[in-house]
């Protein structure tokens, strides 16, 4: 097959109109993906709110969990790259780390195993997967171009995983962000070159392009752009500074403990799958626990937005919200490190919530109005994100994009500064620059769809 190169006279059109291209093509099809996701995630809701009312049937739906962990577990043992949250495989492949060897296979794979996740109510989300299969997109079309350019590879994987994200979350702006802060970095120097600028003109026009689609789908679909949209909170008075302050000391240490325990469960479950049977008994216990956990309470069932929303609503209370906290991190570990298609975003951002919920309440018995419960949470949870995946600056358009209030935005950087002051002193490393490493060392020891770039 005849390559092709650029023309140097016209690159930055050709790289606009590529990723113009890329964008409309992603945002159509991981909208659908987001819908259909939805979709069974409502469904799983139902499964578990009728056989938790049905207890006679109950051997049935346990019956149907097992049905599930099967199908999972073919589904990885097949095709491995289809395993796990997807944003550290989308990283490796827009850096160049991995080439696959079957771009379709592996995009199937990834939309059955995360169908199967959301089914069975694993505490795991659509955005992850979604970002991956942005970049697949990115990928494919790339190779269809037949254009031998590594930068203008690099550069509509991107604008693919931007789509990605767009898809699931709604956040243009932060998903720009996140896929140049995660996925590139520059100094001054570079900033001024070329190939950079082409970069971030393309992602960010190629993310628009993918918006827009999105955007029309949700409208003729009737269903939210912003998936998380928690406008309406009251905003602080800046006397409440020390609130901020407060959120970035508690969050930076509980960030460093939840990376750890989840990098922890990858690590020790990896050497129990190196036995064929046991790693699908653990696939077995993951859907299992789910379902068990789930049928008492059901809130705790799939990505854990629901609980995002009444933890907002104030409907928990303290001694709820602990034990809420504890199984979900759980959950989360244990779905996670069985290798499941899911991603761990949206529950980074639950976990964040959790946390914010107990120190509204905490704040709230000590004589804190409770109108800003709602504020106290959203600040959390853009703290933990920030710091748990060390993307400040993508935290920051994400609150903004999600609440609406650039008080609350001014607010949570002071929280973010003073959580990654913390969590950079004790050497915290990114969860998904963590689940990368380990992921590569994986497949490069056991074979897979992936050639390795070294």
């Not at 995630?41 to 969990?65: A, G, R, T």
Request: proline share 2%; aromatic share 16%; hydrophobic share 50%.
């Amino acid at each position: 097959m005849i390559e092709h190169k650029l023309n140097p006279n016209n690159k930055l059109k050709e790289y606009i109109f590529y990723s113009i291209i890329t964008g409309l093509i992603t945002g159509f099809i991981l909208f659908f993906f987001r819908y259909f996701s939805s979709f069974l995630m409502e469904s799983s809701k139902d499964l578990y709110n009728y056989f938790s009312s049905n207890i006679n049937f109950v051997p049935l739906f346990f019956v149907i969990l097992f049905s599930l962990s099967i199908l999972m577990y073919f589904n990885i043992k097949h095709v491995r790259e289809s395993s796990g949250g997807g944003i550290a495989r989308s990283m490796a492949l827009i850096e160049g780390s991995i080439s696959l060897l079957n771009n379709l296979k592996v995009f199937i794979a990834t939309i059955i195993g995360s169908f199967l996740s959301f089914f069975g109510g694993l505490s795991l989300g659509a955005e992850g997967p979604s970002v991956f299969l942005g970049t697949l997109i990115g990928n494919g079309i790339f190779h269809n171009l037949n254009i031998s350019n590594h930068h203008f590879k690099r550069t509509i994987l991107t604008v693919g995983s931007v789509g990605g994200f767009v898809s699931a979350l709604g956040t243009p702006a932060s998903a720009i962000l996140f896929s140049i802060e995660e996925n590139h970095t520059f100094s001054i120097h570079d900033l001024k070159s070329k190939s950079t600028i082409y970069l971030i003109i393309s992602t960010i026009i190629g993310g628009l392009s993918a918006t827009f689609i999105v955007y029309l789908l949700c409208y003729f679909f009737d269903i939210n752009f912003i998936l998380l949209d928690l406008s309406g909170n009251p905003n602080f008075d800046l006397s409440y500074f020390y609130i901020p302050i407060i959120i970035g000391i508690l969050i930076a240490f509980l960030a460093l403990i939840y990376n750890f325990i989840i990098k922890n469960f990858i690590i020790f479950f990896l050497k129990l799958k190196s036995n064929k049977y046991l790693s699908f008994i653990l696939i077995v216990m993951a859907f299992f626990m789910s379902g068990i956990i789930g049928l008492l309470f059901i809130d705790t069932s799939g990505s854990g937005i629901d609980i995002i929303f009444h933890i907002l609503e104030f409907k928990y209370f303290l001694y709820i919200l602990i034990p809420i906290l504890l199984i979900k991190i759980f959950l989360i570990g244990f779905s996670t490190a069985t290798g499941s298609t899911g991603g761990l975003f949206l529950p980074m951002l639950l976990i964040g919530a959790i946390i914010g919920g107990i120190i509204a309440e905490i704040l709230i018995l000590g004589g804190l109005s409770d109108s800003y419960y709602g504020t106290i949470v959203i600040i959390s949870m853009i703290t933990f994100i920030a710091s748990s995946v060390r993307a400040p600056i993508t935290a920051f358009i994400f609150c903004f994009e999600i609440s609406g209030s650039f008080s609350t935005c001014l607010l949570s950087i002071l929280a973010i500064i003073i959580s990654l002051a913390i969590f950079n002193y004790f050497y915290g490393e990114s969860l998904n620059e963590s689940i990368l490493g380990i992921s590569l060392e994986r497949h490069n020891l056991d074979g897979s769809e992936y050639i390795y770039n070294k």
